[in-house]
């Protein structure tokens, strides 16, 4: 081997060492980097519904009084007491389509306006005391399906009846309609 040979190889390796070494660097960065961001993360989990475990949701439909579909007319939120102890009460207007489980006859008794014979465009007002910040979140205009056990007689002395949520609200979804929809008929679905 010549001299230039060797020069040129000695060259080339220490070039090939000095890029490790800068990749390595660059590595660590951003290594380091992408742990703190896990840090600020959301404690939320998406899609973390009841749908997800059929045994929480077959027993929070068997529960249920009235499960039905509705799009929200408007939302209220109503916040009580002082931090760290806020409750959270969700009041919603809504406008039903489809009941799903429950007495039509008793339930014409609590709506405003509505058809006769069934309950479709019926409005009915639900409250809901939010107990998880992960919960998904109903907003004008958007559906959804709701679980009930009934009625307030009367609410803070108002004088409209009040429907009382059992669960967050359901995005009305065709995977979550084919959930609650087995979980009434009572079969098993896969997850």
């Known amino acids: 081997m010549t001299k230039i040979q060797f020069l040129v190889l000695l ?3 220490s070039n090939i060492i000095h890029a490790q070494l800068l990749i390595r ?7 380091t980097l992408h742990r703190k961001k896990n840090i ?3 404690k939320c989990v998406l899609n973390e519904t009841i749908t997800n475990d059929y045994e929480i949701l077959s027993s929070a ?3 249920s009084k009235y499960v039905f ?3 929200v007319l408007s939302v209220k939120k109503i916040k009580r007491g002082r931090k760290p102890n806020v409750k959270v ?4 207007k809504l406008y039903i389509r489809l009941v799903m489980k429950g007495d039509v006859e008793e339930l014409k008794r609590y709506v405003f306006s509505g058809d006769e014979r069934s309950l479709n465009g019926a409005i009915v007002f ?3 005391l939010r107990t998880n910040k992960c919960a998904y979140k109903l907003y004008r205009h958007s559906s959804g399906i709701f679980l009930s056990d ?7 002395g108002g004088n409209l009846p009040r429907m009382r949520l059992l669960n967050e609200p359901l995005p009305l979804s065709l995977y979550d309609l084919d959930r609650v929809n087995a979980a009434l008929k009572g079969k098993c679905l896969p997850s």
């Open 126 to 128: 639900v409250d809901w």
């Open 89 to 92: 009460l969700m009041s919603y």
């Open 61 to 63: 439909v068997s529960e």
């Open 11 to 13: 060259l080339y390796c």
């Open 40 to 42: 600020n993360v959301s």
């Open 25 to 31: 660097d660059v590595v660590k960065k951003r290594d």
């Open 69 to 71: 579909t509705a799009r």
């Open 150 to 156: 009934g009625f307030y007689e009367d609410f803070n």
